[in-house]
């Protein structure tokens, strides 16, 4: 099956700092969605992005499919942001089953 | 409010019991999905189902069963049969069509086989 690797693995910042989250993917996707996962455990969707560039407020999305990453980008960091971020894709199948990275974690601090 | 409930939020198991998780949705989506998660690691595909009264196995369906009567419901039946069923179980929801296979996460469900 599909394979996906997220890095870093952790990521500490200071707030205000900014920083780049990769995703890559070993096959072609239909589907590539990035999530939240507070520290409650809800998945919160960021983007569903399986190609293009996307933003929303501090958050930006880009995947290059044909290169098969994605990365997503968080500007002006915030303590809110804390979490971790995951990386899911879905192959060409018509069934969207996603599979997913193991994440990141980032702590942001004051 | 529109949206994907799970029950409970927490469950206890003995050993040897079936628990079934509930899942529900009113967002009138087609497909729907469940995943669990072990700490540190990401999500795992259990069951999917794509229309009423159809689901398929996924890649860790073993000492699992579901069923989907209704487009809103998909409960999932953990079984004995499963040899390590303690994990955070989540079900999401999909539409199908409109250019999207955008997946929608309800809360969850933190089993512990005690």
């Known amino acids: 099956g599909i394979q996906v690797e997220q890095s870093p693995p952790d990521l500490i910042l200071q707030e205000g700092a900014n920083s780049t989250l990769r995703c890559n993917f070993s096959?072609?996707?239909?589907?590539l969605q990035w999530f939240h996962q507070n520290p409650w455990g809800q998945l919160i969707n960021l983007f569903y992005?399986?190609?293009g560039t996307k933003q929303n407020g501090r958050l930006s999305a880009t995947t290059v499919a044909t290169e098969r990453y994605s990365l997503l980008y968080i500007s002006s960091s915030q303590t809110t942001d804390s979490g971790v971020y995951f990386c899911?894709?879905?192959?060409?199948?018509?069934?969207?089953?996603?599979?997913f990275g193991t994440g990141t974690r980032l702590q942001v601090t004051l | 409010d529109g949206g994907i409930t799970q029950s409970p939020k927490y469950l206890f198991r003995k050993e040897g019991q079936n628990v079934t998780l509930s899942c529900e949705q009113n967002?009138?989506?087609?497909?729907m999905y469940w995943y669990r998660q072990d700490p540190g690691q990401g999500l795992r595909l259990i069951y999917y189902?794509?229309?009423?009264?159809?689901?398929q196995k996924g890649d860790i369906a073993e000492g699992y069963s579901v069923s989907r009567e209704k487009k809103e419901s998909f409960p999932l039946t953990v079984t004995s049969a499963q040899k390590n069923p303690t994990a955070f179980y989540l079900c999401?929801?999909?539409?199908?069509?409109?250019?999207?296979?955008?997946?929608?996460f309800g809360p969850g469900t933190r089993l512990t086989v005690l």
């Open positions: 899911a894709v879905a192959d060409t199948g018509t069934a969207s089953k996603l599979t």
């Open positions: 189902s794509q229309i009423v009264n159809d689901f």
């Open positions: 967002l009138n989506h087609d497909a």
């Open positions: 992005i399986p190609s």
């Open positions: 096959d072609s996707v239909n589907n």
């Open positions: 999401a929801s999909r539409p199908s069509g409109g250019g999207s296979d955008t997946q929608y």
